[in-house]
T-cell receptor, first 113, second 115 residues
C-alpha cells in the first residue's frame, strides 16, 4: 500500500523568508504523481504544485518549488519569500495510474509578520 | 463553470438520523471522488466514480454509507443511522482523469456534526 508521511506537524517562518516542508512516501511503482495542496483555514483545498515521477526536473510555480528525490522517495516543498497569505495547512499527496489520491497528515504553516 | 459545488456547507444531525450530501463536479470532469477529513488530519479516501460507475470503495465506507452518481453528473453521499464518529468534513473532488491534466479540484466540503 502506498503511504505518505509528513513528519512536521507544524512549521513557522518569518515573512519574506524561505521555508521547506518535508514529505516522504512509500511505493513500489515507478510512474506516479506527487502533489502539494494548500488548505487555508475554513477554505477549500487548492493545488499548489505537482510533479510527475518520470520527469527528473523539479517542478516550480512562482515562489513554490519542489525537491524531488525519487530514489529516496522524498518530495519537499520550498516556499520562497513567504507571505502572510501562505499560512495554511499543507498536504503532500501521491497518486498512481490515475487512481485515487492519498494524502499525508499535513503540516500547519504559520507565517510571522 | 464555477468549480466543484457541495451542498449543504454544514449539517447538524441527531445520532441515528440519515443524511445526504450532494456534489456537483466540474462539468467536463468524468471522475468524481469523495473524501473524509477529520480535524487536524489529511483527507481519507472513501470512494470514486468514473462517469456513473463506482470503481473503488475504501474499507472506511461501511454498510451505512452509500454513494451514487446517476447519469455521470452530480453525486450524492448518504449516511444512514449516523454515529458521533461520522462527524467530519466530507470533501468532494473531480478530475479530468487524463494523464496530461492530472490533479483534483476540490469543493468547499460539507461539515457534518452528529450530536
Amino acid at each position: 500500500a502506498q503511504t505518505v508521511t509528513q513528519s512536521q506537524p507544524e512549521m513557522s517562518v518569518q515573512e519574506a523568508e524561505t521555508v521547506t516542508l518535508s514529505c516522504t512516501y512509500d511505493t513500489s511503482e515507478s510512474d506516479y504523481y506527487l502533489f502539494w495542496y494548500k488548505q487555508p483555514p475554513s477554505r477549500q483545498m487548492i493545488l499548489v504544485i505537482r510533479q510527475e515521477a518520470y520527469k527528473q526536473q523539479n517542478a516550480t510555480e512562482n515562489r513554490f518549488s519542489v525537491n524531488f528525490q525519487k530514489a529516496a522517495k522524498s518530495f519537499s516543498l520550498k516556499i520562497s519569500d513567504s507571505q502572510l497569505g501562505d499560512a495554511a495547512m499543507y498536504f503532500c499527496a501521491y497518486a498512481y495510474n490515475n487512481n485515487d489520491m492519498r494524502f499525508g497528515a499535513g503540516t500547519r504553516l504559520t507565517v510571522k509578520p | 463553470d464555477t468549480g466543484v459545488s457541495q451542498d449543504p456547507r454544514h449539517k447538524i444531525t441527531k445520532r441515528g438520523q440519515n443524511v445526504t450530501f450532494r456534489c456537483d463536479p466540474i462539468s467536463e470532469h468524468n471522475r468524481l471522488y469523495w473524501y473524509r477529513q477529520t480535524l487536524g488530519q489529511g483527507p481519507e479516501f472513501l470512494t470514486y466514480f468514473q462517469n456513473e460507475a463506482q470503481l473503488e470503495k475504501s474499507r472506511l465506507l461501511s454498510d451505512r454509507f452509500s454513494a451514487e452518481r446517476p447519469k455521470g453528473s452530480f453525486s450524492t453521499l448518504e449516511i444512514q443511522r449516523t454515529e458521533q464518529g461520522d462527524s467530519a468534513m466530507y470533501l468532494c473532488a473531480s478530475s479530468a482523469g487524463d494523464r496530461d491534466n492530472y490533479g483534483y479540484t476540490f469543493g468547499s466540503g460539507t461539515r457534518l456534526t452528529v450530536v
